[in-house]
């Protein structure tokens, strides 16, 4: 007890110094998104702000305590025709912290963070409701998908278009100096667009990725787009320069030092990585084996990404004047699905004041839609109904690459016939982009599983 009574003076100083010195945040707004697997709410406030969250029961409740604040006026309501948020309320005791209490529908799962000035935004205080039940049966059908070997698709099947409209929700994407045109209100249009113009076209469906003004995690789209078994993936934009002269369509794909980050994240989980292959489980293999298996993937799908966009810049040349000339190719984190054909089309500079003027129009917004439609159809006209993955033949499951050494009038074509195994394996696992093979080069080859 004495003990306890010589620290109480020093926690009480310690209390009294951070109220002297904490200053007071105002909360302002209150902001509602409702996405299909999550609601998200977001608090306007003044500054960085502390907080704690809890739940409750019976009924089920999210409680927000949000310390040194006040709120500014009273709440807006709230939709309640969403699935979860009944009522939103708040209470401010004498002393103590701003309480909101969320009243739900049914048991969530609550995540809290806080986002700082971006945009039209100040300091932000956001918070991620997920059904707790639905997203059991979501992730319970999610996780079959990942580490099971995916089913053998009919043939023929439908065409998959994976369509990406750009932000959403909390995140506005750029905006027009002139008329304050938001770029994921044009790109949910235009994509609208694309997805009617594939639906319409027999033999092909369209996936959007987001078909509303919700916010989704560049991560969580691609995956959608895997999940759906997606032939092609397009994400698009509408670019923004300080320069208002910048002008023109420029079409991306994924950098060969993107796919490389990404290629090691995937080797950390091999497990969940084996359908990103075909169905090859990676948990036997050696992490050298597990590296050229994952790199095939990888190549294979950037140049095909690189044709894809090729196709559609040629189309998109018939609309308007184009930035850049040549597929470029950046580390955009939305394109790293690696084994889809993914491109990201900036369709024109909102910054722009006369480019912005053409993305409010719908004719415009048709016609870009429809020259995307035309280069993905050049594009799977060429392609085969399924990607195949060459290294899966020619890759023991067990052994280590061997060695052989390059003799005088070796060819590529001669050594992949020697040892039985897929020429594209042979140029991957060596980096090998040139024709000449210079005498005494050592190549590392993939063992053949009929080897023994």
Not at 54 to 64: D, G, Y
Not at 79 to 102: A, D, K
Not at 202 to 212: D, F, H
């Amino acid at each position: 007890m004495k003990s306890f009574r010589r620290l109480l003076p020093a926690a009480c100083l310690l209390f009294i110094t951070v109220t002297v010195f904490a200053e007071t945040v105002s909360v302002n707004n209150l902001r509602v998104w409702r996405a299909p697997d999550h609601t998200r709410v977001v608090f306007d406030v003044s500054g960085p702000l502390e907080h704690r969250l809890f739940t409750l029961e019976n009924p089920h409740r999210i409680v927000v305590d949000m310390l040194d604040a006040r709120l500014q006026g009273s709440l807006p309501e709230v939709e309640t025709g969403g699935p979860l948020i009944t009522s939103v309320r708040s209470g401010m005791p004498e002393e103590g912290p701003l309480r909101i209490v969320l009243d739900l529908k049914a048991e969530a799962r609550a995540r809290s963070f806080m986002l700082k000035p971006a945009g039209p935004y100040g300091h932000r205080l956001v918070i991620d409701l997920h059904d707790i039940k639905a997203n059991q049966d979501d992730s319970t059908s999610s996780r079959d998908i990942a580490i099971s070997p995916p089913p053998a698709r009919p043939v023929p099947r439908e065409r998959i278009v994976a369509i990406d409209a750009g932000h959403g929700g909390e995140d506005p994407g750029a905006v027009g100096r002139r008329y304050r045109t938001r770029e994921k209100d044009v790109t949910l249009a235009i994509a609208r667009d694309l997805a009617k113009l594939v639906a319409k076209t027999p033999g092909m469906r369209a996936v959007l990725i987001r078909n509303g003004d919700y916010y989704v995690s560049l991560r969580q789209r691609y995956e959608k787009a895997r999940r759906m078994r997606a032939d092609v993936f397009i994400s698009i934009h509408a670019d923004a320069v300080p320069s208002r002269r910048a002008y023109g369509s420029s079409v991306y794909a994924l950098s060969e030092k993107g796919a490389s980050n990404a290629m090691a994240r995937q080797l950390a989980d091999k497990e969940n990585a084996s359908d990103l292959i075909g169905g090859v489980s990676l948990n036997d293999k050696d992490d050298m084996l597990a590296q050229v298996l994952l790199d095939l993937s990888h190549n294979r799908t950037i140049q095909d990404s690189l044709s894809l966009g090729e196709d559609i810049l040629t189309e998109l040349q018939r609309v308007g004047p184009v930035h850049l000339r040549n597929v470029a190719q950046a580390g955009f984190a939305v394109l790293k699905s690696p084994d889809i054909p993914s491109v990201l089309v900036e369709t024109a500079f909102i910054s722009n004041p006369s480019e912005e003027k053409k993305l409010r129009s719908s004719a415009y917004q048709e016609k870009l839609a429809a020259s995307m439609f035309r280069g993905i159809q050049r594009f799977l006209k060429r392609a085969p109904q399924t990607s195949p993955v060459p290294v899966q033949a020619a890759i023991s499951s067990s052994e280590l690459p061997r060695e052989h050494v390059v003799r005088k009038g070796d060819t590529l074509v001669s050594i992949a016939r020697k040892y039985d195994i897929h020429i594209d394996a042979l140029r991957f696992i060596n980096n090998l982009w040139d024709a000449d093979l210079p005498v005494g080069l050592r190549l590392r080859i993939p063992a053949n599983q009929g080897d023994g």
